[in-house]
């Protein structure tokens, strides 16, 4: 067995991976970028390189500069995790030229796996089935047409060099066919440049179940059952559980020989994903990872092996831990992968500093796997994730009640987080009854809709209180003396009380503030009055009822966690409107931090309302810019390549002449 092995990433997978290394008492050397310097995979780690710049390509991706840190740490091994080089057959075979064992598949594996119509070729000579349809050599668009006729509509016109989603075309009718296939032919070329394509039967409701297999060097393979990953958002997973629901042992037996023959046709070593798109009693090769996958959580709840360490053991010339029939199922897990992503912003990263983050406890139905502590920025560099929170029970009803509740422990504030969304999914019936398929988020659009809620009065009370027990309204920083400061609201007749107005969203809310003794006070919304006391930081007693409460406070701004909810409350000085209130008008400040990749804005040029001004690009999102107003460019802040902070100022207008 190594004595010291090197992660080749950073995040959750990271320090999930040093778990186990430590586990099996084996030292662990990380590596990071500038932005990772005070990460937690590097407090994990026994030692901590750095290798470069924060873009992943000056860093996470240079193996050269991996290797060669390997080296000098003396580590035999590197583990990639995902991602990154993870799949990358010139890394693993540079490790192996270099003598360090690569924690995963032989190169050849990995190149005969990543394309996808090879791969497909490779699994139909191996018997492993295949969507009907045809994927030869054959471009000629008459040729093509005959055999939509043969496989019968709808069919699926396939960009044989796209995948996840991207370059597919569904044609319900035959005089439809020609045009598709030239529209399809001209995004493959555009964006692959190869523009030939398969034609598939297009299934409608298709389910993504995939099948874990594992191989050692001795010739032993076995699989460890079933994840469904259906739940999916632009073909990027939110919920994966093990195992499928409704799946039967029959089809269970089934699906695993197919994927264990998929992978001894390809002499596969280490842990791999055999992926299927299934429906009804059907299933059909999709594509096979070479990696460990992000979900590989679920797997190890139901069967209680740890997945890592098999790869550390098969990685080191060691048999298989477990032969198939020691393989059992117990149980149900599911896991919600907790994403930084901005639903009012069409799930675009949101990144800034994580000021408030506590998750829910753990324990025997709670796992959770994170990269990430209090304090802790999300970078525009990398993937926005927070954690993975997995919940096992002895089945999937059980497995959900925990997966519920978790998620409305989970308290995080100072970046927009999917976990609306994942606690929406977690409580919808249709969900809970386990009718899951690819289609299902598609159904139920309302469950992705960016509602910014009207916060309840428990999240005024909540940051009132907050804001009375630490000094008072409009606290100028810095002058304790200033008469904005008192809170008394001492009035000459009548009952003090002091009127605020409170920005939720877009919406303004008066509030009025009659403060009574003990830090008590009566909180008037509306019509509705609260009385309301705060006997200690994290408790709320709202007309008698007491919660438990987080207020994470930056500025003005308090963002309360209560209820498995969170809403952020903003005190508006009326006297100061912030610059933001101005953007939109004759101001263009960036959504997001990001780097400026195409500028097209000159000052002096005549815009009109909605022309593209610039792009912005953040963790492999683009986003285009454009002019808020008909006007002149009066200045442009930035130039291309410039990375810049979220609301930083770009371009500046002025009315047109
Ligand atoms: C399909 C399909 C329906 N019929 N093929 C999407 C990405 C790539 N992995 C394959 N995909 C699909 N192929 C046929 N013949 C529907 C999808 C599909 C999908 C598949 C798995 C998981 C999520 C998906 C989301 C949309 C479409």
């Not at 001209?186 to 523009?195: C, M, N, T, V």
């Not at 009803?397 to 308290?411: S, V």
Request: negative net charge; glycine residues 10%; proline residues 6%.
């Amino acid at each position: 067995m190594f004595r010291t092995i090197l992660i080749a990433n950073r995040g959750e997978i990271a320090c999930r991976v040093i778990r186990t290394a430590r586990r099996m008492g084996i030292r662990t050397v990380a590596v990071f970028s500038e932005a990772d310097r005070d990460a937690l995979h590097v407090r994990m780690a026994d030692e901590a390189w750095y290798i470069g710049r924060a873009p992943a390509r000056e860093s996470y991706l240079l193996g050269d500069a991996i290797i060669a840190a390997a080296k000098r740490a003396g580590a035999e091994a590197i583990h990639p995790g995902y991602g990154f080089l993870s799949e990358n057959a010139e890394f693993a075979g540079a490790c192996m030229a270099d003598g360090i064992v690569f924690i995963g598949p032989p190169p050849a594996a990995i190149r005969a796996m990543g394309s996808k119509s090879a791969a497909k070729a490779l699994m139909e000579k191996a018997g492993v089935k295949l969507v009907p349809g045809y994927h030869g050599a054959e471009q000629d668009p008459g040729f093509l047409q005959a055999q939509a006729e043969t496989i019968g509509y709808p069919v699926l016109i396939k960009a044989s060099a796209g995948g996840g989603g991207k370059g597919m075309r569904v044609v319900e009718n035959p005089v439809d066919f020609a045009a598709a296939l030239e529209v399809a032919q001209g995004e493959a070329r555009a964006s692959f440049g190869d523009d030939r394509v398969l034609i598939e039967r297009y299934l409608t409701r298709p389910r993504h179940i995939e099948i874990q297999v594992f191989a050692d060097t001795h010739g032993n393979i076995v699989h460890l059952f079933e994840r469904d990953c259906s739940i999916q958002r632009r073909h990027q997973k939110v919920i994966e559980e093990a195992p499928a629901p409704g799946m039967d042992a029959a089809r269970r037996a089934a699906m695993g020989q197919a994927a264990c023959e998929a992978a001894r046709a390809i002499g596969y070593v280490g842990a791999g994903t055999v992926e299927f798109i299934a429906e009804g009693d059907d299933f059909f090769f999709m594509e096979m990872n070479t990696r460990l996958q992000v979900e590989h959580p679920v797997t190890e709840m139901i069967t209680g092996q740890d997945l890592v360490e098999w790869q550390l053991r098969v990685a080191a010339g060691e048999e298989l831990p477990s032969r198939q029939q020691q393989i059992s199922l117990t149980g149900h897990a599911i896991e919600a992968r907790v994403y930084a992503e901005d639903p009012a912003r069409d799930w675009m990263p949101s990144t800034g500093v994580l000021n408030h983050l506590r998750p829910p406890q753990t324990g025997p139905h709670i796992r959770l796997d994170t990269g990430v502590r209090a304090g802790d920025a999300i970078s525009v560099h990398y993937d926005p994730m927070i954690a993975k929170l997995i919940a096992w029970g002895e089945d999937r009803d059980a497995a959900l009640r925990h997966l519920a509740t978790a998620l409305d422990d989970y308290e995080v504030a100072g970046v927009r987080t999917n976990l609306p969304l994942l606690r929406r999914i977690a409580v919808e019936p249709e969900f809970q009854a386990g009718a899951v398929d690819t289609g299902f988020l598609g159904r139920h659009p309302r469950l992705l809709a960016a509602t910014e809620d009207t916060p309840p009065a428990l999240a005024f009370a909540a940051a009132l209180a907050t804001l009375l027990a630490e000094g008072g309204v409009a606290n100028p920083p810095g002058d304790p003396h200033s008469p904005w400061g008192l809170a008394n609201a001492w009035r000459l007749n009548g009952a003090g009380y002091q009127d605020l107005l409170l920005r939720a969203g877009a919406e303004a809310h008066e509030a009025r503030v009659f403060p009574g003794t003990g830090g008590a006070f009566t909180l008037q919304l509306g019509r509705a009055r609260h009385e309301i006391l705060r006997p200690e930081p994290g408790t709320l007693i709202l007309d008698g009822v007491r919660r438990r409460i987080a207020v994470a406070r930056s500025g003005d701004a308090f963002t309360v966690l209560a209820d498995g909810g969170s809403w952020t409350v903003e005190l508006v000085d009326k006297l100061h409107p912030k610059t933001e209130d101005r953007a939109g008008g004759d101001l263009l400040t960036a959504p997001m931090p990001g780097r400026v990749v195409r500028l097209l804005a000159e000052p002096g040029s005549e815009v009109t309302r909605g022309a593209v001004m610039l792009v912005l690009e953040a963790m492999k999102v683009q986003m285009r810019l454009t002019a808020p107003c008909d006007g002149v460019v009066e200045a442009v802040r930035v130039a291309e390549g410039d990375l810049v902070e979220e609301g930083a100022e770009l371009i500046r207008f002025r009315p047109p002449d």
